[in-house]
């Protein structure tokens, strides 16, 4: 039977071999840099807001390990679309299914794609790496200044 642990894998390498909206937004009016400490992951969120509140555009420039790197396109393409107001609501949920005990199974209707980074919470050390993205965008959002950090 095939289990979420290869969809897992086969995702991971997918996005990372091919990360979508990779690449600097043309038009952008919020953005932020993020950096893992741990293991040197390095990316730069750009996000176009209409002046409805709608996430109209988001990409990330960047390197890091296969992880960080499928975590951003993976979120990219989960937040495009999604008004600001509901931005937050969906990155508690990203955190709570990335840090949950390993017996909660992850909603896969509500969270979509996202529900095979769930795999990253059997590598403990490697969730910092999975949110890096998250962190990052939280900060483009808030217009924060500050680099953002998962220390």
């Given at each position: 039977m095939f289990d979420l642990r290869d969809l897992y894998q086969q995702v991971i390498v997918d996005h990372n071999k091919s990360p979508r909206n990779f690449g600097k937004l043309e038009k952008f009016n919020h953005e932020a840099d993020g950096?893992?400490?741990?293991?040197?992951?390095r990316?730069?969120?750009?996000?176009?807001?209409?002046d409805a509140g709608l996430i109209?555009?988001?990409?990330?420039?960047?390197?890091g390990c296969a992880i960080s790197v499928a975590s951003a396109s993976l979120m990219?393409?989960?937040?495009?679309?999604?008004?600001?107001?509901?931005?937050?609501?969906k990155f508690d949920m990203f955190q709570?299914?990335?840090?949950?005990?390993?017996?909660?199974?992850?909603?896969?209707e509500v969270l979509g794609?996202?529900?095979?980074?769930?795999?990253?919470?059997?590598?403990?050390?490697?969730?910092?790496?999975?949110?890096?993205?998250?962190?990052t965008l939280k900060s483009a959002v808030t217009d924060s200044d500050e680099v953002a950090k998962t220390e």
């Open positions: 950096y893992n400490p741990l293991c040197g992951d990316l730069h969120v750009y996000l176009n807001v209409n109209e555009e988001v990409s990330f420039e960047g390197e990219t393409e989960a937040v495009k679309g999604t008004p600001l107001s509901e931005f937050s609501a709570h299914m990335v840090t949950a005990d390993l017996s909660e199974v992850p909603d896969e794609k996202l529900a095979v980074l769930s795999g990253v919470r059997e590598f403990p050390s490697r969730i910092k790496c999975a949110v890096l993205c998250w962190h």
